[in-house]
């Protein structure tokens, strides 16, 4: 089953424009991680924050995440068309030896020139 | 170094059937993760499988099964295949504290 709910479903944006996403999820994690799916293929991992953590950047991208509300937001600044695609946010929760990712359902993202 | 690698990238079965999905690791990652993927359940976690052992599952029936050789190659095979299995199969490397470098995904359409 999955961990995470994400909002919105669907964002059109225009290039330039900012892209933010927002994704709650249920239980303790150690971290929360972002990838990025373009047209049913496979993921790409974007960028990953621990749990003990509350704000990272990589490029355009900035994440924060909430351990309090379990909530976790990606901002992408300067959208270009090719970022367009499917965003997950998915929750690392580990047992043991044991991990295993929880993914949300995903944000649509269409950025037209 | 190459990627994660997946094969086929596509494969059409007769409900009933069984069928194997391979995938390759990054050079030198010893843990393996399988994912479904369909457009009505979303990203579901199948199997870890690290070192040949099977670490964690998740939710699926005894008809889906994995395992891991020594050169960390996995496999996992679906038996008496049904409708609902028709899914993008995606394999995953690495992980925990780095993030997971994944497949490009098997598509299997069952019919």
């Known amino acids: 089953s999955q961990q995470g709910e994400e909002d919105p479903q669907a964002l059109s944006i225009q290039e330039g424009e900012n892209a933010t996403m927002n994704c709650s999820y249920k239980?303790?994690?150690?971290?929360l991680q972002w990838y990025r799916q373009n047209s049913g293929r496979g993921l790409v991992h974007l960028i990953l924050?621990?749990?003990?953590?509350r704000e990272k950047h990589s490029g355009r991208l900035r994440v924060t995440l909430d351990t309090s509300k379990k909530s976790s937001s990606l901002l992408i600044t300067a959208s270009r068309a090719a970022d367009t695609a499917s965003y997950f946010c998915a929750t690392l929760a580990k047992a043991g030896t044991a991990s295993k990712l929880t993914f949300g359902t995903g944000t649509r993202l269409q950025v037209t020139l | 170094k190459a990627g994660v690698t997946q094969t086929p990238r596509y494969l059409i079965k007769t409900r009933g059937q069984q069928v194997t999905l391979s995938c390759s690791p990054i050079?030198?990652?010893?843990?393996v993760s399988w994912y479904q993927q369909t457009p009505g359940q979303g990203l579901q976690f199948l199997f870890e499988?690290?070192?040949?052992?099977?670490?964690n599952k998740g939710n699926f029936p005894g008809r889906f099964s994995g395992r891991q050789f020594s050169n960390s190659r996995s496999e996992m095979n679906v038996s008496t295949l049904e409708l609902g299995d028709s899914a993008l199969y995606l394999c995953?490397?690495?992980?925990?504290?780095?993030?997971?470098?994944f497949g490009s995904g098997t598509r299997l359409t069952v019919v």
């Open positions: 499988y690290f070192s040949e052992t099977q670490r």
């Open positions: 239980t303790s994690i150690n971290n």
């Open positions: 050079s030198g990652h010893r843990s």
């Open positions: 924050i621990r749990s003990n953590e």
């Open positions: 995953a490397s690495g992980g925990f504290d780095y993030g997971y470098t």
